[in-house]
């Protein structure tokens, strides 16, 4: 009897942590966005935030749509990939640069709301610390976002609840757009920011919940998706446009234009007031209603907030892109060394990466504006590649409604994009750059498959003569002498935990299944088809704990996962284990509290009527 369990990770993830994803980067716009477009059209920005939101909409309603379609991924590089490979690269790397910037962008807004002097020295050195925290394995924040994104939300509704008796003196001071559609559109094009957590949340619908009746054969998530899409995308369309309308009726708001390139905006009593709009209207219109000093507390409410969704936000890119690059490395598309995990299963090439060179680039940029253009530029390239293959895909059962409304999303998307490419320098040399980048390492990843490849037949050949048969790894027993019911045991390796747990057995008359977890921070297809025979460290256990048992029945039980916890819960409960084995985790100390406490975790899920065992 051999058992060969591979499992895919849980789907946990429900309306309000899903929303929480794409909250932390679209409900975060509005803390730099508002500014910006001041910046840009004055007293007329308002018309410019009212068709950024427009644009918003439209996004979401198509991403409604691909989260339905495709329940196991509907991000850029894995819904495109089916239809070519080449625009799925492109895609991806698009997706790439508009992590890397979504990073420096995020730290450096956080730091302009807290009101620290070189914010971006202070944003390079949260950058790196985030980064140095997922070395001892990838935070997952979707709880810490939703956790977060709830008094930030609130504090969002307050701030409008005060800022409703200002809208008519806003009305007033509404300015109309001058200039011409050429110049309005450069404008327009300017402020179209904060789009990637849409990206973001179709990569999650792979571990989102079932609709109710459905299963992972027959997979659906949108009662998960399109909820969290809707929530979000109403709450950013309403509360950026009222706000963005309420600034007007701050009076005196005047554009400093020292630096052309880099227009920031003064303020009654403050200047630079750019980069952190809400706190100063917070100030101003709380502070105009109960006091001065409830005013402060308000704008020190709003950037202690919004500076730690920012953060999290932070997170979020940087564990995106370890895992768009780990999976991109197991697809044969960059370099094998994007592969190799560090002791707590964390690809570090990909984890320096998704670190410095955030770091870098917003110790080099130093400025929201400058980011801006270079976050655009990807986020748009990839959202535009995936609507516009999705919706010429004639295999994708689209209603004629929804292949209209994204394929006219896609024209717009396409023209924005054509315009930062040709208007924006820096943002066509960033994105050339990581483009050419992507493609070597693409051409260096081919070069090195083709090499081993040969070497492997090679190999292969000639020790095919000289090699011993493989040893049998067949698990057969009689079993007359067993009576119990199954105990369970999680091994990492040969010790006292695979020693106690067959003893165990013998003596009780049970058999014995052992579970081994090769654990992988993304999994693709060709991972829930691995058998245990085909890894190395998995068949040296088993088959040492076969002759350490001495023809007591003993089973190997193997999985490939991405969530050890609920796959050891998992596979336990399936094979009708009364008792659960389990050796005591090596880590200590910081390692044990930031990556949490595995055992809690299974303890927390596992039936009623099966009893955990810690073998210290």
């Not at 789907?11 to 910006?36: E, Q």
């Not at 880099?262 to 100030?283: E, F, I, K």
Request: charged share 15%.
């Amino acid at each position: 009897m051999i058992v060969a369990s591979n499992t895919r990770r849980p789907r946990n993830v429900d309306a309000p942590r899903a929303a929480a994803i794409l909250y932390g980067d679209w409900g975060t716009s509005k803390a730099y966005v508002i500014g910006l477009a001041f910046a840009v059209g004055g007293y007329g920005s308002f018309w410019l935030i009212a068709a950024m939101c427009v644009l918003t909409a439209l996004v979401g309603l198509n991403y409604m749509v691909i989260c339905r379609h495709y329940p196991d991924g509907g991000g850029v590089y894995a819904s495109v990939r089916h239809r070519s490979e080449i625009v799925s690269i492109v895609g991806a790397f698009l997706l790439i640069a508009d992590y890397i910037v979504t990073a420096a962008l995020s730290a450096l807004s956080a730091f302009d709301y807290l009101k620290f002097s070189h914010p971006e020295i202070w944003a390079a050195l949260a950058i790196a610390l985030i980064g140095a925290l997922n070395m001892l394995g990838p935070r997952h924040t979707g709880g810490l976002a939703f956790l977060i994104s709830v008094p930030t939300a609130v504090v969002v509704v307050i701030l409008a609840l005060f800022s409703i008796p200002h809208l008519r003196d806003a009305v007033h001071h509404l300015q109309p757009l001058t200039g011409g559609f050429a110049k309005n559109w450069k404008g327009f094009v300017g402020v179209v920011l904060a789009l990637s957590g849409v990206e973001a949340i179709a990569n999650s619908t792979g571990v989102m919940k079932l609709n109710k009746g459905c299963s992972d054969a027959n997979p659906d998530v949108s009662k998960t998706s399109t909820p969290a899409i809707l929530w979000v995308m109403l709450e950013v369309c309403i509360f950026t446009a009222l706000l963005s309308l309420a600034m007007n009726a701050i009076p005196n708001l005047t554009i400093d234009v020292t630096d052309p390139n880099n227009p920031d905006v003064n303020a009654p009593g403050a200047t630079g007031v750019r980069d952190y709009m809400l706190r100063y209207m917070g100030q101003v219109f709380v502070g105009g209603s109960l006091g001065h000093t409830t005013g402060v507390a308000m704008g020190w409410l709003v950037s202690i907030f919004f500076g730690l969704l920012l953060l999290s936000a932070v997170n979020t890119a940087i564990v995106d892109l370890i895992a768009i690059s780990f999976l991109m490395s197991r697809d044969g598309e960059l370099p094998p060394r994007f592969q190799k995990l560090n002791q707590f299963g964390v690809p570090l090439l990909g984890l320096s990466v998704a670190t410095i060179i955030p770091v870098i680039l917003v110790l080099l940029v130093k400025d929201m504006s400058g980011l801006a253009d270079l976050y655009a530029v990807g986020v748009v390239g990839a959202i535009a590649t995936n609507l516009g293959a999705s919706s010429t895909d004639r295999k994708l059962k689209l209603g004629t409604w929804e292949r209209t409304l994204m394929f006219f999303t896609f024209l717009i998307m396409l023209a924005i994009e054509i315009s930062l490419l040709w208007d924006k320098p820096s943002a066509r040399i960033f994105a050339g750059t990581v483009l050419l980048v992507g493609l070597f390492l693409r051409g260096l990843a081919a070069e090195y498959a083709k090499r081993a490849k040969d070497a492997k037949e090679a190999a292969l050949a000639t020790a095919a003569a000289a090699r011993p048969p493989n040893p049998i790894t067949t698990f057969t027993y009689k079993t007359e002498d067993v009576t119990g019911p199954p105990m369970m045991c999680a091994i990492r390796g040969v010790g006292k935990t695979l020693d106690f747990a067959i003893e165990e057995a013998r003596q009780t008359h049970r058999p014995l299944y052992l579970l081994f977890i090769r654990t992988l921070p993304v999994l693709t297809e060709q991972d829930y088809k691995r058998k245990w025979q085909d890894d190395e460290e998995a068949r040296t256990i088993f088959l040492h704990a076969k002759e350490l048992a001495g023809g007591h029945p003993v089973y190997p039980c193997y999985a490939v996962s991405d969530s050890v916890a609920h796959t050891i819960v998992d596979i336990t409960a399936t094979m009708g284990a009364s008792y659960l084995v389990l050796g005591a985790p090596e880590r200590h100390g910081l390692a044990s509290l930031l990556r949490g406490n595995i055992i809690r975790d299974i303890s927390d899920n596992l039936p009623d009527d099966i009893h955990l065992l810690v073998l210290a």
